[in-house]
């Protein structure tokens, strides 16, 4: 089964080899993400998230799912000395950055208690993967048609930080500017939860982010820093003859 639809702004891609788990399990992954999409967007007016923003509902009566979102929100703000923040000043609150990876594993989640064993669920290029190995290539930072490395996952995902897509569009929030000293940081871990969440704090947090990544536990880490330097940690699943080379 193999399905793509566009979801939150980007394209989201289903693979399930497991011929016993029917259409209605795909059904289920992206009619959740479009709930996730209606209530946690920054974007909807009518959103829970915004409602929030706009102080009509109070911190203590949002769901929890959300609850759970701005929990995980605060945990990555104070773990990096407020370099990953959702409340930035003068903007407002924007918790895609943890909804993203925390969604799309929750619709793994779902994949799997549906019976699927072998999957793949790619969201813009953040993958989480079932029943491997799997290859997921991460695109160079500097050139669109050619990768600076392949992983490969088995049970696990894989996020991106970059500035290639949108620009230097991720603030580091003890100063106030675009985060520069990186161009891009990938983070392998159990779940896209992690994964994501960590791509996204360490790239905040400019070049110490390559270090703090790594000293989480579960995470292994491929960077390409703003000299072009590529830096990965020794577990960083390389996949194939690079591997072997490593």
Known sequence: MHRVEQVMGFPVSL??????????????????????????????????????????????????????????????????????????????????????????????????????????????????AGGGPWRVGVRHPERADKVCTVAELTDGAIATSARYERGDHIIDGRTGRPATGLLSLSVVASSLTVADTVATAAFAMGAEGVDWAASRAGCEVFAVDAERRVLRTEGFPVAGAEARAA
Do not use: M
């Open 15 to 128: 693979r399930v080899d497991d011929a016993h788990v029917d259409a209605e399990a795909a059904d289920a992954v992206f009619a959740w993400l479009r709930e996730v999409d209606a209530r946690f967007s920054p974007f909807k007016a009518d959103s829970e998230v915004c409602r929030l923003d706009r102080g009509e509902i109070a911190r203590r009566d949002v769901s929890a799912d959300l609850g759970e979102v701005l929990g995980l929100c605060e945990e990555y703000r104070a773990a990096t000395g407020g370099a990953f923040d959702v409340r930035l000043p003068g903007r407002g609150l924007d918790p895609c950055a943890v909804v993203k990876g925390w969604s799309v594993q929750r619709a793994a989640e779902s994949l799997r208690a549906a019976g699927a064993r072998r999957f793949v669920l790619n969201a813009g290029g953040d993958v989480v």
